[in-house]
């Protein structure tokens, strides 16, 4: 009997099933409104113009080695991602105590800070120390970490349906009942799925009680610049994290705002106590990149150290940023007046107060099922929708389909 | 600006300081002395001393920079099929049995560590879900301490190892190697080297390849190869895949790590690929691949994918690239004659026959501590624990110094 005998069918991947389906409609109408993906009006992929001309400069550079990487990652990569996150001028970059792991995206980042931290935080090997994740959050965090090895992995109050946005109380309860040094995943901004983003006054609170029962916070960081067009605005919460004196990590994943999906190109920033203690984390995160994919590619991390490096390209990046944020807030505007222009019953006031690629309508599962089977208008269960799968061109046919879905389904 | 301290102590305090297993390399880097030579290193060099494009990877490249049609969205979670695809008919022939029955899937991985970490993973899940497997993986004795780190890592719990390198004969013995398989637990996955041992290079012939294959069905051994550097021993990629192959023949289920880091000089672009050939079961396993994938880097990076599939998938580029692996393979085998002809001129009881047997990357010495010390502190001659160096940093200008230095070492202990 083989030994992959027993092996069970694994359920597939809601959001690329989703696609999976999209892709097989024959419909002319269908609309693609679920994975987390930048669309022009065109409904198109968009190498950013800035990306394009990197790319040449990197395939014409005969000087570059083509040798492995260091294991933690191409140093002008980790160090220029990190000053993104934390800002450039940061006292905690001066102090010496940050340091940062090249990782294969967002999820790369995530992995490797999971790894690090069942091993070597709160005891060692102390797999029993709660991981809260935000109740909802991207599907794969309970993988990463639960693959890790932690064993309680808990859902914190974060979405309140019925008010349609923050459950602050049922958030900052959960902190102050969770044991000590439990970890919490924080999102940055853009919170993936429902958009809602704590305000600076929420997260001085969230920040409070953290401290306070000295919660371990680790940030995913996977669309800066992408919520407001703004970098600085969008790394906001994890900085005054950093000024409250957190030790903390940092997932970043460049995959949105570069458009690098496909070349994997992430950045675990460690903000520790000093730089002894940096140092001894980094040499154990070393140890754990070296059984897991030894070194990381060194395509999409050129490109971005590059581009973050020389001025004008950065300039030129932060404008590309800039040009996918406004598209969205023009769809998001867009959307939200064609609706109420309809008449369509309930309130879309969220739909312009959330932030980033996602918004959740608060469409109910039975509203979704129309939408997908009756209307070819595809969207997650949960009732999220990618903003960037709206053009000017499917705009009101998608505001149409909401609208009957809304008024017909219950 | 004077930071609040949230406490007198880390909560990083508990992790130890761990040396790397690159200081060897960071000791080289800072060493002034002018003949220092690094023979520990992972990837080929060429006669000029440092990595190396192929010309042809190198144009292909440049097409793909500008090729206005290629979109940056995140690929399948198991990699670009036709890239899968390439690298399975790679490995076992397009007309293998395995393939025409559709009993074989194959992921792109972040390099041959990658593959290993998965198929690592792949195996725990069985543990998981059969409750009548539990292990164990037999790795050879000696293997890299990042092998079996990434058994240990995957949660594999129950690692033993089985005879290899036999200091005496300074190669495999075979017969331990044979007797350790006869009695291992059956149902037993041992990890095999097609295209070179790491670290010591020592290779099977095909007549012990087909031995331990008839002990693998009697004993219902499962084999994991890897296979990081196919076509650079023997200068073909026929030959080098021959014991993947010839296991495929018999009916044995194996999983089989690939990297095209050596043989398209891609080191920096982690190029891998895990084979999985099975009899059953296919659809379930390769779901299970898909959810293992998502929690460790999603989906694979392109690049250096695209590289390859360009090339396996055109046939004239498929020639050039067949032999600039030729060159290579070539260029170390002419390597380990020199050295050997240097060392027997230099006299001693020693045999050389050893070094030019096999052929690839690697090649051991067998020298001990002492030994080793003496060439890295004494001759700033870097290399690997147990004396296993990396030939094709060996050249020219530097072949006389590194054979008396080895000379030396040997002669020190007498």
Not at chain 1, 60 to 77: A, K, M, V, W
């Amino acid at each position: 009997m083989s030994i992959f005998g027993e092996v069970p069918q694994a359920a597939p991947v809601a959001v690329f099933k989703l696609t999976a389906d999209f892709r097989e409609d024959q419909n002319p109408s269908k609309v693609n409104l679920g994975v987390g993906a930048y669309r022009t009006d065109e409904c198109q992929p968009w190498v950013l113009p800035v990306v394009r001309k990197v790319e040449k400069m990197i395939a014409d550079d005969h000087s570059l080695n083509h040798e492995y990487l260091p294991i933690l990652g191409l140093p002008e990569f980790r160090s220029s991602a990190s000053k993104i996150a934390l800002g450039a001028d940061s006292p905690a970059i001066k102090e010496n105590r940050v340091g940062a792991v090249q990782c294969l995206g967002g999820t790369g980042a995530l992995k490797i800070g999971a790894e690090f931290l069942r091993r070597w935080y709160n005891g060692t090997d102390n797999t029993k120390t709660p991981v809260y994740v935000s109740a909802p959050t991207w599907e794969n965090h309970n993988a990463v970490f639960s693959n890790a090895g932690f064993e309680d992995i808990r859902p914190y109050k974060y979405w309140d349906a019925g008010k349609r946005g923050l459950d602050l109380e049922g958030f900052l309860g959960d902190l102050e009942s969770a044991p000590d040094h439990s970890i919490f995943v924080l999102h940055a901004c853009a919170h993936n799925p429902t958009g809602t983003d704590p305000t600076q006054d929420q997260w001085k609170q969230i920040a409070d009680v953290m401290k306070r029962k000295s919660l371990f916070a680790f940030f995913d960081s996977a669309y800066q610049g992408f919520a407001s067009g703004n970098l600085d605005k969008d790394a906001w919460a994890v900085r005054y994290f950093v000024s409250q004196g957190f030790e903390l990590f940092c997932a970043q994943s460049f995959s949105k705002n570069f458009g690098l999906y496909n070349e994997r190109v992430g950045n675990l920033t460690v903000v520790a106590e000093d730089q002894d203690n940096l140092n001894r984390v980094l040499s154990q995160m070393e140890k754990i990149v070296r059984i897991t994919w030894s070194n990381p590619p060194s395509q999409g991390a050129r490109l971005v150290a590059i581009t973050l490096n020389t001025p004008e390209l950065f300039a030129e990046w932060k404008d590309n940023v800039k040009t996918m944020a406004d598209r969205v807030l023009l769809m998001r505007a867009q959307l939200k007046e064609k609706l109420k222009a309809l008449g369509t019953p309930g309130t879309w006031e969220h739909i312009t107060e959330q932030i980033g690629m996602f918004s959740f309508t608060g469409l109910n599962p039975k509203q979704v099922e129309y939408m997908v089977k009756e209307k070819h208008i595809y969207l997650m269960a949960s009732g999220r929708i990618n903003m960037c799968g709206l053009t000017t061109k499917n705009i009101d046919y998608v505001a149409e389909s909401i609208h009957e879905a809304v008024t017909t389904v219950q | 600006m004077h930071r609040r301290k949230m406490s007198a102590r880390s909560v990083f305090d508990g992790a130890v300081f761990m040396s790397s297993e690159m200081k060897l390399l960071e000791d080289f880097k800072r060493d002034s002395h002018p003949d220092k030579v690094n023979l520990a290193g992972r990837e080929y060099v060429g006669e000029h001393g440092h990595t190396t494009w192929l010309p042809l990877v190198r144009k292909i490249k440049q097409q793909i920079a500008t090729d206005l049609t290629l979109t940056p969205e995140y690929p399948p979670i198991l990699g670009i099929p036709e890239f899968t695809r390439r690298a399975t008919e790679l490995a076992l022939g397009k007309d293998s049995p395995a393939i025409v029955e559709s009993r074989v899937f194959g992921v792109q991985t972040v390099g041959c560590t990658g593959a290993v970490r998965l198929g690592a993973e792949l195996l725990r899940s069985c543990c998981c879900s059969n409750s009548s497997w539990s292990g164990p993986i037999l790795l050879s004795s000696p293997c890299d301490d990042s092998l079996l780190g990434t058994f240990k890592a995957a949660g594999i719990e129950d690692v033993q190892h089985y005879r290899y390198w036999d200091a005496e004969s300074n190669g495999v013995c075979v017969e331990n190697m044979v007797h350790d398989l006869e009695n291992a637990p059956e149902r037993s996955v041992v990890v095999l080297f097609a295209s070179g041992h790491s670290p010591t290079g020592a290779e099977l012939s095909q007549e012990d390849w087909k031995r331990l294959a008839e002990v693998m069905v009697t004993r219902q051994l499962f084999p994991f190869f890897l296979m990081s550097a196919q076509g650079l021993c023997s200068g073909s990629l026929k030959q080098d895949a021959w014991p993947v192959r010839h296991c495929v023949s018999l009916g044995l289920e194996l999983l089989c790590a690939q990297s095209f880091s050596h043989n398209f000089g891609l080191y920096g672009e982690r190029v891998g690929h895990l084979l999985c050939v099975l009899k059953q079961n296919l659809l379930a396993v390769q779901s299970q691949a898909e959810k293992l994938v998502q929690t460790l880097w999603s989906c694979p990076p392109m690049e250096g994918a695209r590289v390859v599939t360009t090339v396996l998938n055109n046939p004239a580029h498929l020639v050039e690239w067949q032999e600039s692996v030729k060159a290579i393979a070539e260029r170390c085998m002419l390597i380990r004659e020199r050295l050997r002809e240097r060392l027997r001129l230099l006299g001693g009881p020693w045999h050389w026959d050893h070094i030019i047997k096999p052929g690839g990357l690697y090649c051991c010495f067998g020298l001990n501590t002492q030994q080793v010390e003496f060439l890295v502190q004494k001759k700033h001659i870097y290399v690997l624990p147990n004396g296993c160096l990396n030939v094709s940093a060996i050249n020219s200008r530097n072949l006389d110094y590194v054979a008396e230095s080895i000379h030396q070492a040997l002669s020190s202990q007498l």
